[in-house]
């Protein structure tokens, strides 16, 4: 099993702004931000969320070795429906 050329050994390797959490992210996702406060006004308000990942409704929907991180989709899903009956 060959895991990589050895003459590729400190070689600069720039992230794409597409690699979630990279500088290149980050900075993308504030000038976003930033656009946002310059086309309309500053927020008046800041909606913060938070799930528990032991709910059944999302255990149930996990595959074998999946993490409740690994599936946004779900975890959305499942806080939008229980914010709806609550």
Same mark, same amino acid.
């Given at each position: 099993? $060959?895991?990589? $050329?050895? !003459?590729? @050994?400190?070689? *600069?390797?720039? *992230?794409p702004s597409? #690699? =979630?959490?990279?500088? &290149?992210?980050? +900075?993308? &996702? =504030? %000038?976003? !931000? ?5 086309? /309309?006004? &500053?927020?008046? *308000?800041? @909606?913060? #969320? =938070? /799930? $528990?990942?032991?709910? =059944?409704?999302?255990? %149930?929907?996990? #595959? ?7 599936? /946004?989709?779900? *975890? !959305? &899903?499942? #806080? +939008? %429906?229980?914010?709806? +009956?609550s």
């Amino acid at each position: 099993m $060959n895991d990589g $050329n050895v !003459a590729d @050994i400190g070689q *600069l390797i720039i *992230l794409p702004s597409s #690699f =979630t959490g990279g500088p &290149r992210y980050m +900075h993308e &996702r =504030t %000038q976003d !931000a930033m656009t946002y406060v310059n086309n /309309y006004d &500053r927020p008046d *308000l800041f @909606i913060n #969320f =938070t /799930y $528990n990942p032991n709910w =059944t409704e999302i255990q %149930q929907e996990l #595959f074998v070795g999946q993490k409740p991180q690994d599936r /946004y989709d779900l *975890l !959305a &899903r499942v #806080f +939008h %429906q229980k914010q709806k +009956h609550s």
